[in-house]
């Protein structure tokens, strides 16, 4: 006799422990599992390496996926609010399982299940924001939430015995220990800290990005410049970024494009400082802020080299003067 075949779910992994243990919960069923992952603009570098190594370690298929342009504007104008700082987890988490439900459809899994835990994140996680996730995202009494399952009403994988509900968890609130504990008893590690990859949650980048959307910078370069070097906001409205290290130095080279202007401190241990866009009005300023970061910063001028994507475009003379408002052009802190 053919074994009957073995049922599929689609769960959200994100790297985090809560995630995690929820696919753990659902394979204790005998239920495989496909991870699904949201590659969003805002993740920071190492992420996805953390959600691939623990879908390995817990032996599920992951598929990961790109968030498209209309991911930016839902992080613009989100419609459900944000929590402490940018993040718009309850639209974001719509989002996401409007993709996880299409692909669930897609490979004929049979629901789709999340490592949300009842009232642990003040923003997302109330009884009625999940009720709002669910609906909004087309998946009304179909969703499971292992973690929480026996303080929410049957989902219809429980009402059709997919699931067996007496094996789920009645998990709330914010403390970390019960699935602390259960991380140990399942030999679950690698996992990241909650919302560790998310930039959005974090103050500084925050700030940034919020600068950004109020100059219409919102295309892929500009978010990922976000991440590296000091910001400056000139009062002509152009932005100047300052390396911090060489690597920065080399990665904002790699967004000098004909619009731009690249500035260092010659003759002396410089940073590298991106100006977009370069008008010539500005170069004063861009040379300034770089002198400012350079082993140079003690003088009041020194010789600066100016460069565009086409090549030089001369020399000239950075004064320490140009930037003493720099403090309050700073965007964000780093
Ligand atoms: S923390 Fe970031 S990735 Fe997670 S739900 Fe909120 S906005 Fe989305």
């Known amino acids: 006799m053919t074994p009957p075949s073995r049922a599929t779910a689609v769960g ?25 992952n949201l590659r969003t603009p805002f993740l920071g570098g190492g992420n996805e390496a ?13 598929v990961v996926e790109d968030a498209g342009e209309d991911y930016v504007e839902l992080v613009r104008s989100p419609r459900y609010g944000r929590g402490a700082a940018l993040n718009p987890c309850v639209d974001c988490h719509i989002y996401m399982l409007r993709r996880a439900e299409a692909l669930r459809r897609e490979r004929g899994a049979s629901f789709c299940f999340t490592g949300e835990v009842l009232g642990q994140r003040p923003m997302s996680q109330w009884r009625r924001q999940l009720e709002l996730i ?13 973690l929480s399952a026996k303080l ?3 989902t219809r994988p429980e009402e059709e015995g997919l699931v067996d509900r007496r094996k789920l968890l009645d998990l709330r609130g914010r403390t970390r220990r019960p699935q602390l504990a259960l991380a140990k008893a399942y030999g679950v590690a690698g996992y990241s800290s909650p919302a560790g990859g998310c930039l959005l949650t974090d103050k500084n980048f925050a700030a940034r990005l919020a600068d950004a959307f109020a100059h219409d910078e919102y295309g892929a370069d500009d978010i990922n410049l976000l991440k590296i070097g000091r910001h400056f906001r000139l009062p002509s409205g152009a932005k100047a970024i300052v390396g911090r290290n060489e690597r920065e130095n080399e ?44 082993d ?19 020399t000239m003379a950075a004064r320490s003067r140009e930037a003493a408002n720099s403090d309050e052009w700073r965007v964000g802190a780093g």
Do not use: C, M
Request: overall charge negative; hydrophobic content about 45%; aromatic content about 6%.
């Open 152 to 154: 929410l009403p049957p």
């Open 296 to 314: 140079a910063r003690e003088s009041d001028a020194a010789e600066a080299r100016v460069w565009s994507s086409k090549g030089e475009l001369g």
């Open 251 to 294: 990665k904002i080279l790699e967004y000098l494009d004909e619009g731009g202007a690249a500035f260092e401190i010659v003759a002396v241990g410089s940073p590298v400082t991106l100006l977009r866009p370069s008008r010539e009005d500005d170069w004063p300023a861009g040379a300034a802020l770089t002198l400012r970061y350079s």
């Open 50 to 62: 953390v959600v691939r190594t623990l879908a390995e370690n817990l032996g599920i298929e992951l």
């Open 12 to 36: 959200l992994v994100s790297g985090g422990l809560d995630s995690a243990l929820a696919v753990k919960l659902v394979l204790e069923q005998g239920i495989a599992v496909i991870g699904y």
């Open 134 to 146: 669910e609906r909004e995202a087309g998946l009304e009494g179909k969703l499971l939430r292992p």
